[in-house]
């Protein structure tokens, strides 16, 4: 058996647009982790009361006007709320952190499928954007949508530079 000469490594390219998704992707993903288990933790709770608690602090701390709409709006879904209703959104959201963490770490690692895996996520939730913004405008929602669209654009342009190939 000879030696058989080793294949160069592939070398990929720095790309700092790539860095800021994984980092997004990642700290989407932990904070969402997060609310899910702070919701799971409250589920069983008294939520009405702690929803009034929540306003009074804010109200106390930061200024905001308890009766304004959004707010009365808010306390009567909250009463509406069954804790097997909690329950699902907690798993809900536990669940699509667990796919924003799985995107940022294979983007992470440059691997093929995740950047697949963000450009068909990102792309998903672009018409649901849009048709946000048709009907209740929101600038949040409206930056939301840019850096998806930034996102989609970016991955699907650059992903033969990006990402690994394997032969």
Known sequence: MADEPKKPKEVLKKAPTLYAITVFKLVKGLVCVAVAVIIYRHADG???SDFQNM???LHK???LNPERQFWTEMAIAVENLTEAKVM?????TFIYSLFSLVEGLGLMFRAKWAGWMTIGESAFF??????HLMEKPSWLVFGI???NIII???LFRNRERLFRHHH
């Open 88 to 92: 699902h959104f907690a798993m809900g």
């Open 61 to 63: 701390w930061l200024r």
């Open 46 to 48: 008294d939520l009405p």
């Open 152 to 154: 989609v654009v970016y």
């Open 55 to 57: 306003l009074d602090w």
């Open 126 to 131: 672009v018409p649901i954007e849009i048709h």
């Open 145 to 147: 949508l840019i850096a």
